[in-house]
């Protein structure tokens, strides 16, 4: 294959601006109702580059999921280090924005629940799923450790309100594009400030 596109982009170039447009598009509708050609339309070139470059629509979605899967990974892991229960929330908000910067609808793509069943796509975001998901786990687990409590259904709950909490937080930053990545972390870390239970 050959390493300039359409206008004379570099393949390369070309390969990452189709990734962040695609990353948007199915972050935004979901892998199931976005197309090659919507795609390719957003990005300004034709559906047949998009082939060309990516060979099919699972392929494409791996490739987006390849690049910002691990450095979510990476930020909330590295994230993991406070021993107080709300230092630590606040900065595995503030991990998971700034890995967002980049990507605003990353997390969609992660958790979209219309990658095709078994296709490398599915495989790819289920392996970034599961290590978001541990590390959850283990933070839910050390807060009720430290309040002594040890009810196995507590936890559950716990890490169940979490990841809605989560979730809930990135979606509505979707919706509002006027707030950077920095201001979302903020107004999180003023809201579990104000919502913390002091003895």
Known sequence: MGTTGTKGVARADRRRQLIAVAVAEIGRRGYATTSMAEIAH????????????????????????????????????????????????????????????????????????????????????????????????????????????EDPLDHDLLDHIWEAVVATSVYWWQEHEELSADAMAQRLTRLLAAVTVRG
Request: with cysteine.
């Open 42 to 149: 957003r990005a300004g070139v034709s559906k047949a580059m998009v082939h060309n470059i990516f060979g099919n629509k699972v392929e494409l979605a791996r490739a987006c999921l390849e690049e910002v899967g691990p450095p979510l990974v990476a930020s909330v892991a590295a994230a993991q280090t406070s021993t107080e229960a709300g230092r630590r929330a606040q900065e595995t908000f503030t991990a998971i924005f700034a890995a967002l910067v980049e990507h605003r609808h990353a997390w969609a793509l992660v958790h979209d629940a219309t990658l095709p069943q078994g296709s490398s796509a599915e495989q790819a975001a289920t392996g970034y799923l599961d290590q978001l998901h541990a590390m959850g786990t283990a933070g839910t687990r050390d807060v009720l450790e430290a309040a002594g409590l």
